[in-house]
C-alpha cells in the first residue's frame, strides 16, 4: 500500500478503529503461548470453573482454559483470513491482468469460468469436500480461495482494461516493452490500493465463512475454532458458564469482523472521490 494510503487510513477514525482491533487481534494470536500458561487442549482439573486469577475466563465442560482456546482461536482465524486473501488476490490478479491485456477467446472463457465460480454456493461445495476428504486449515483455504477470486478478478479485469490506454503504457509498448514488464512496473503498482480492498474484503468473508463452517460442525474436529467453541457453549446455555464462554467468544469473533470492516470502508472512502467529499463535507 502506498505509504500515503496508509497515513490517511490512520487518520480518519472508523479507519483507525478497524486497524487498532486488527492489530489487537493479530497480536492475541502471535503472542498467544506467552499470554497463557495452559495448553488449549490441556484438562486443567476444573470443570465449569467461573473466572479467577487461574482462569480469566473460567473453564469449559472438559476442563479447557477458555482464554487459551479464544488465544488459538484467533490463530485460526487470521491464519485462515491471510491464507485466503493472500491466495485469491494472487489468483484474481493473474486472471484479471492477463484477461485484459490478451483479449479474444482466452478473456471469454475466463469469465464464463468466473460466472460459473460466482453462482456455485460455496457452503454446498464445503459440505461434499467434508464428506469426501479430511478438513483443514489449508483445505479451507484452498475451497474459500477458490471462490473469492472470481469477483476480485472481474474489477482488476476492468481497471486493467483502463490502465493499459494510458500514455505511459502507450510509450513503454512503443519502445518495445512486453507485456510482463508493463504489468509488473506500471499496472500492477496502480492497482495497489485496489488490491489491499480486495484482501481486506476477503479477509472478512474468510474469517465469517470459517467461524460459520466450524459453528455447523464442517471442519477438522482436531481444529481450534471460535464457531466451534460457540457451538458447543450453546448447549450449556441453561448454567452460568455461558457468560464467560459463549459471550468472550463471540465478542472476540465480532470485534476481528468489525476491524475489517472499518478498515475497508477507511479505506472505499479514501479511494472513492466522491465519498471523501461527502465525509469532508459532513466534517
Request: proline residues 5%; hydrophobic residues 50%; contains cysteine.
Amino acid at each position: 500500500m502506498h505509504v500515503n494510503y496508509l497515513r490517511e487510513i490512520r487518520q480518519n477514525r472508523i479507519g483507525n478503529t478497524g486497524l487498532v482491533l486488527l492489530l489487537l487481534m493479530l497480536l492475541m494470536a502471535l503472542l498467544a503461548p506467552l499470554l497463557s500458561p495452559y495448553n488449549p487442549v490441556e484438562y486443567t482439573g476444573n470443570i465449569f470453573s467461573p473466572p479467577s486469577t487461574q482462569h480469566w475466563l473460567g473453564t469449559d465442560d472438559v476442563g479447557q482454559d477458555i482464554w487459551t482456546r479464544i488465544l488459538y482461536g484467533a490463530r485460526t482465524s487470521m491464519a485462515v483470513g491471510i491464507g485466503v486473501a493472500g491466495t485469491s488476490m494472487l489468483l484474481s490478479l493473474f486472471v484479471g491482468c492477463t484477461c485484459a491485456l490478451c483479449g479474444g477467446i482466452y478473456d471469454r472463457l475466463w469469465m464464463r469460468l468466473v460466472d460459473i465460480f460466482i453462482v456455485i454456493p460455496p457452503v454446498i461445495v464445503a459440505i461434499l469436500a467434508a464428506a469426501y476428504l479430511r478438513p483443514n486449515v489449508i483445505l479451507l483455504v484452498i475451497l474459500l480461495s477458490a471462490f473469492f477470486w472470481p469477483g476480485g478478478a472481474r474489477v482488476i479485469r476492468s481497471q486493467v482494461l483502463t490502465l493499459k490506454e494510458k500514455v505511459p503504457v502507450t510509450a513503454a509498448r512503443t519502445f518495445g516493452a512486453g507485456w510482463g514488464h508493463i504489468m509488473l512496473r506500471h499496472i500492477v503498482p496502480d492497482l495497489g490500493p485496489i488490491l489491499v480492498a480486495l484482501m481486506i474484503q476477503d479477509a472478512r468473508r474468510a474469517v465469517f465463512m470459517e467461524a460459520g463452517l466450524s459453528f455447523l460442525g464442517i471442519a477438522d474436529p482436531a481444529m481450534i475454532s471460535w464457531g466451534k467453541t460457540m457451538q458447543q457453549a450453546l448447549g450449556f446455555t441453561y448454567l452460568e458458564v455461558w457468560k464467560w464462554w459463549l459471550v468472550p467468544t463471540g465478542c472476540a469473533l465480532s470485534l476481528t469482523l468489525v476491524g475489517f470492516t472499518f478498515t475497508g470502508f477507511a479505506l472505499e472512502t479514501i479511494l472513492n472521490p466522491r465519498l471523501r467529499r461527502e465525509v469532508n463535507h459532513d466534517a
